[in-house]
């Protein structure tokens, strides 16, 4: 992966970004490409892609908010993300071929989108790394119980009837 912005200023806060995701996306994307269908349990290798992905993203947005104060840095670094073809869809991608490969073995319901599912779970990751980094750790759940609690509303298991799952939550059987 090669994305480059660099400033005038060497070591500023684009070439520190640069640097982390030049290291951690490759760590990050081989997660995602190795996920191997019809290998365990779907909801414990989605929960291992959500705990990753919140840390990747905890990791990550910590370094890129001082990156990004201006907005020609931006800029170039949207025209740098697409001409690597490193944009969201490197994430959603693989993720989404794992889901359908396990929709494929009956593993996950068959109504599910794989595409849909894959941006839902890492927006769930992205948007706790986020409120972490700006609330701090203790004002949700931990990152375990976050990442289990973005697999399990999912929804993928498949045999579950509604009446089951309304009264795990509480709600009414019916």
């Not at 929960?47 to 201006?70: K, M, N, W």
Request: hydrophobic share 45%.
């Amino acid at each position: 992966m090669a994305l480059s912005l660099r400033e005038e200023r060497k070591g500023g806060p684009v070439d520190q970004f640069l640097a982390l995701l030049q290291d951690r996306l490759p760590l990050w994307l081989r997660i995602l490409h190795n996920l191997t269908p019809g290998r365990g349990r779907v909801t414990d290798n989605l929960i291992f892609v959500a705990r990753a992905g919140i840390d990747h993203y905890v990791e990550v947005q910590s370094a890129a908010l001082p990156a990004f104060t201006e907005p020609s840095v931006t800029v170039r670094f949207r025209k740098a993300v697409r001409d690597s073809g490193l944009g969201p869809m490197a994430e959603i991608l693989p993720l989404a071929a794992y889901l359908e490969a396990e929709q494929r073995l009956g593993r996950i319901v068959a109504s599910a989108d794989p595409q849909a599912t894959a941006r839902l779970l890492l927006a769930g990751c992205f948007q706790h790394a986020y409120y972490e980094m700006f609330v701090g750790a203790d004002a949700g759940p931990t990152r375990e119980n976050a990442a289990v609690e973005i697999v399990r509303e999912l929804r993928l298991e498949p045999g579950a009837g509604e009446g089951e799952q309304g009264a795990e939550r509480g709600g009414p059987a019916s």
